[in-house]
């Protein structure tokens, strides 16, 4: 069965460096999401992206974030000076067009910023 | 924006015992979604139920999406059924879920 994979599983760095997630979607989906969990919270959204280009985000989705598709796979999320409350689960999912709309999460990345 | 109020919050079940969890939500939806977060922190989609009933081995799920509220019905509980339950929905017009707070089940041996 198809699935969305990321990588890195885990990753740490230090305040102020630039992070990059990346998102492997399921390959004939054509909506692509970012959510992030703080630990012990709930999962939110962050920003989704279609056609080339964000068609939602959240309040959370300040000007530290940008989100890329640089090719045909991948679809990444860039934290450009990270903070210590960066630090979450990061989730990528996708999700199809008509009328079946489930969205598919892949495993994340937990994030650590000291 | 909406609001996703899931409960009860916690959930300790005997293993062999049988729970429901709710879900209500205070706007319209295209999109409910449960998912079950285990110990390594993964989302496992367990329904995608905008509305109607819904069976999957021991875990079934029911959505009325004219009095806002969906359930998940998990029979026979075994201790890997412990986690996080949470449901998700889209809001009629958007396409990103909003997440409720989870249900965290554990079940004892």
Not at chain 1, 30 to 40: K, V
Request: net charge negative.
């Amino acid at each position: 069965e198809p699935e969305v994979t990321q990588t890195p599983s885990h990753q740490v760095t230090q305040m102020g460096q630039e992070v990059i997630l990346r998102c492997v979607p399921i390959s004939n989906h054509l909506y692509f999401y970012w959510y992030r969990q703080i630990l012990g919270q709930k999962v939110e959204f962050l920003v989704s992206f279609y056609n080339n280009e964000i068609s939602e985000k959240s309040e959370i989705f300040d000007d530290q974030f940008s989100v890329e598709r640089p090719d045909g796979s991948n679809f990444t999320l860039k934290i450009r000076s990270t903070k210590l409350e960066d630090s979450a689960m990061y989730f990528c999912a996708s999700s199809g067009t008509g009328r079946v709309l489930a969205q598919y999460f892949g495993p994340g990345t937990r994030l650590l910023v000291l | 924006g909406i609001q996703v109020e899931q409960s009860p919050p916690d959930l300790i079940l005997q293993e062999g015992a049988n729970s429901t969890l709710r879900c209500n939500f205070s706007d319209s939806v295209n999109n409910l979604q449960w998912f079950h977060q285990n110990p390594w922190g993964q989302l496992i989609n367990l329904f995608y139920i905008p509305s109607g009933t819904k069976q999957n081995g021991r875990l079934s799920a029911t959505t009325v999406a004219t009095e806002r509220y969906s359930l998940l019905y998990i029979s026979s509980s075994q201790t890997t059924d412990s986690g996080v339950y949470f449901c998700a929905v889209v809001r009629a017009g958007a396409n990103n879920l909003f997440f409720g707070t989870g249900t965290r089940l554990t079940v004892i041996p």
